[in-house]
């Protein structure tokens, strides 16, 4: 049996623990914040009217086989702690112009069929011909890369790939270069292109092989879990305390101490002895890791290409707005989107809010989230990080945030969805709170802009690992359980 300590009771941090708790080990895991969940964070906002409840991070679940899998792993149930709900449409698409908007489904044919209704028969056809590329990447990106540790581009280039894997996954080739080949509809290659943004990335420097992203979401469907998906945390958090593990809020890792090459324990801030750890697993970002807990100027210096971050409204809003689930209000100018969020430094242009964004609005049909008569939106847009360099925007500037809010009402309403006048309230979600929330720094959802190679579970000291959305094999709930499935099965069990 090993002292294992887990830094972050995010959703990577408490699956890990269970996981190694199921396999014997004793688990303690320390949590900054109050309750757990990390980026998968929840608000309630209350008002005559009743309560509001947000989820303020992700809003839809992917590859519900992975979470399947990871309650079974530890002796459970996932249809006992959680009511999945399948999304149709998954996300509606609505593009600039008068045209009609496209909803996205499960069903691969249907879709297609979908696309040839809303944008042409040959939009359709260049649609499935791109589908089946995506499919060879989704396979062989499963098969090879998805479920096992990557430390290296050795690992990498070690895989034993076919040759038509190679040739789909298109190394050196981007999404944006993906999607001209093969889309020539410009309202496909733009819902191509936000795929990227999925992993943080600019569709414009994002590996082609992200084709896979769309792949599993399509392929696998998408799921809403009644009262938010927060409750996957709160399930978690039971699977652990069941499990034995113990979980401590409230209290702040501030160093990992190493000796030999190998870790000793974790240092809590306001506490003189040490915490004693055979094996420490950080569920924080790579770059706090490296720059903070565990100082490594290499690991370090391989973390500077940050993540796009996300500007969020939180809204109460009286009526009905006949909304899907999820939907995408696309700009006329998309790549003006891109050079503001990440500026060109290089050039000597500073990022800043984009004037005309993509606008991802949420709106629950859920009555456990949201009085009667009335909808919680959560509104997102891509931001460029928190920060004073080049590549970042002072979100803390004041009147900013209130400025921005303001715009993108304005958006929404000039794109057919004013609810300026049926507001009950608004709240705002800049990626300094994100910052201040999460110890994300800057913000940044996804740690680095995605990449086929991320940050490696295994870190530099015997004993030390990595999990969550910064590391290997990426960010989403359904990448971030993977990699706890990865450091747990490294780790091994007790006996």
Known sequence: MARIVVIGAGVGGLATAARLAVSGHEVTVFERSDTVGGKLGRHVRDTPA?????????????????????????????????DLTPLDPIVRHVFPGDGPALDSCAD???????????????????????????????????????????????????????????A??????????LGRSHLSDPRLRMLLDRYATYTGADPRRAPAALVAVPYAELAFGGWYLRGGLGTLADALLSRC????????????????????????GVRLAGVHAPVPADVVVANAD????????????????????????????LLGVRGDSGL?????????????????????????????????????????????????????????????????????VDWRRPGLADAYADRILDVLAARGVDVRDRLVFRETRTPADLDAATAAPGGSIYGTAGGLLRPANR??????????????????????TLSAQIVADEIGPAW
């Open 324 to 392: 899907a689930h999820h939907n995408v209000f696309f700009p006329d100018d998309y790549d003006a989107e891109f050079d503001a969020v990440f500026g060109a430094p290089g050039r000597g242009v500073r990022a800043r809010p984009a004037t005309d964004p993509t606008v991802f609005v949420t709106v629950a049909d859920d009555p456990m989230v949201r009085p009667a008569g009335h909808e919680a939106w959560f509104v997102l847009v891509n931001a460029a990080r928190h920060g004073t360099a080049p590549d970042a």
């Open 459 to 480: 870190g530099p000291a015997r004993g030390l690992w990595l999990v969550g959305g910064s590391t290997h094999p990426g960010g989403g709930l359904p990448m971030v």
């Open 241 to 264: 305390l069941d499990l034995g593990v113990t979980v401590r809020t409230g209290e702040t890792v501030t160093r990992i101490d190493a000796a030999g090459g190998r870790v000793q």
């Open 50 to 82: 009743g309560s509001f409840h947000f989820d303020t991070g992700p809003s839809l679940l992917t590859l519900p086989q992975v979470f399947h899998d990871l309650f079974e792993a530890t002796g459970a149930k996932l249809d006992e702690y959680l």
């Open 108 to 166: 691969p044919d249907e879709f297609a069929a979908r696309i040839g209704v809303t944008l042409g028969d040959r939009a359709a056809a260049d649609w499935r011909r791109l589908w089946r590329r995506a499919a060879r990447v989704w396979t062989a990106s499963h098969r090879d890369i998805l479920r096992r540790a990557v430390d290296s581009p050795r690992d990498l280039a070690a895989l034993a790939w076919r040759l038509g894997d190679l």
């Open 168 to 177: 789909a996954i298109g190394p050196g080739r981007t999404l944006r270069g």
């Open 286 to 313: 790579a770059l706090t890791v490296y720059r903070d807990l565990l100082p490594h100027p290499g690991r370090l210096a391989a973390l500077t290409d940050r993540s796009l971050a996300g500007f969020v409204l």
